[in-house]
């Protein structure tokens, strides 16, 4: 009796079996703001998905730290969003969004998609 629940693996689906990501990244820079406490500095982002975005800080930001973030995506207008600090490796960060609303979400996808389509 065969087994019909038995498949073949290909290095594709090794990839995507490795991959912990619930969301795309793009590799775009854009500008970054970013504000908490009584501090402001701005940055360089350089990806951006639905869950969070990757940047360049010489400011060094504490992991877990609730922060403000605005981001401006080329030609697009500026999202303000919170946000948490989560990934710290030297001048490089990696920031979760706490509540990025549908409309922002949406809005991003699409841009990013038009400018490099997955």
Not at 1 to 7: G, N, P, Q
Not at 9 to 32: G, I
Not at 92 to 117: M, S, T, W, Y
Request: charged letters at 30%; glycine letters at 6%.
């Amino acid at each position: 009796m065969s087994d019909r629940r038995k498949t073949k693996t290909t290095p594709a689906l090794e990839r995507r079996k490795r991959n912990r990501r619930a969301f795309v990244r793009w590799p775009l820079e854009f500008d970054v703001r970013l504000t908490w406490g009584t501090q402001s500095v701005y940055c360089r982002g350089y990806a951006i998905a639905e869950g969070g975005l990757s940047l360049v800080c010489e400011v060094p930001l504490p992991r877990e730290t609730e922060i403000e973030i605005e981001y401006r995506l080329p030609q697009a207008a500026p999202v303000i969003v919170k946000g948490m600090v989560r990934y710290v490796e030297g001048a490089h960060f990696g920031l979760e969004f706490l509540n990025l609303g549908l409309k922002d979400r949406l809005a991003l996808v699409e841009h990013c998609e038009k400018l490099n389509p997955v």
